[in-house]
C-alpha cells in the first residue's frame, strides 16, 4: 500500500506496517465474533504503533528528501563537481 506524505509525495509502505495492518485486521475479525475488551485494546495498540511508524517514516523520508535537495543544490552551484 502506498501512503502520501504531507507534501503530496507518496512513497510505500514498510513491512512492519504492513504486518501489523494484517494483525489488526485478525484481531477485528475475532472481535466481530465474540466483543471482548482486551481484543479493543489490542486493537488500539496496534493501530497505534503503525500511526507511530507512518510517522516515523515520513519524518525520515522528508528528512531524506531534504538531504537531497541540500546536495542537488550544491551541485549546481558548484560546476566542477
Known amino acids: 500500500m502506498l ?3 504531507q507534501q503530496g509525495i507518496i512513497y510505500p509502505e514498510p513491512e512492519e506496517v504492513k504486518t501489523l495492518q494484517k494483525q489488526v485486521q485478525i ?3 475475532a472481535e466481530r ?3 471482548h475488551q482486551t481484543i479493543t485494546e489490542a486493537i488500539n495498540a496496534l493501530e497505534n504503533e503503525i500511526n507511530e ?14 538531504a537531497i535537495q541540500v546536495l ?10
Open 53 to 66: 511508524q507512518r510517522k516515523k517514516l515520513g519524518y525520515e523520508f522528508e528528512k531524506n528528501k531534504q
Open 72 to 81: 542537488s543544490n550544491h551541485e549546481i552551484s558548484n560546476l566542477n563537481y
Open 3 to 5: 501512503k502520501e506524505s
Open 33 to 35: 465474533m465474540r466483543p
Open 27 to 29: 484481531l477485528k475479525d
